[in-house]
């Protein structure tokens, strides 16, 4: 059985940083690729940041993009998200989604094209 867990959500004021971390087990493969989706009250889902595990192919969303890194250790099926200068428009319930497989050159960034999800993690960014 496949199951992922995200950690590290939590309140920081405007300016600071947090790092959540998404681990997966029950995977078959080695390779996979993770993605971090948010959702805000009254807001659509958005996709955030996606790596690929085999080649380190990254997706970042225009609104995080040179403020959050994603990084990944595959050996443990972990990845990370650093997040930082972070503002209240960043406060959110954060999931972590993840598929098994082979992406080179390629990541998944769309909700739809993944398969196993996290229960989420709230992140509160106070002004």
């Known amino acids: 059985e496949v199951q992922i867990v995200e950690s590290g959500g939590g309140l920081v004021q405007t300016g600071g940083s947090l790092r959540l971390s998404c681990v997966a087990s029950g995977f078959t493969f080695d390779g996979y690729a993770m993605c971090w989706f948010r959702r805000a009250p009254g807001k659509e889902r958005e996709g955030v940041a996606c790596i690929a595990s085999d080649d380190d192919t990254t997706y970042y969303s225009d609104s995080v993009k040179g403020r959050f890194t994603i990084s990944s250790e595959k050996a443990k099926k972990t990845t990370y998200l650093q997040m930082t200068a972070l503002k209240p428009d960043d406060t959110a319930v954060y999931y972590c989604?993840?598929?098994?497989?082979?992406?080179?050159?390629?990541?998944?960034?769309?909700?739809?094209?993944?398969?196993?999800w996290g229960q989420g993690t709230q992140v509160t960014v106070s002004s």
């Open positions: 989604a993840a598929n098994e497989g082979w992406y080179l050159n390629t990541v998944p960034t769309e909700a739809d094209e993944y398969d196993y």
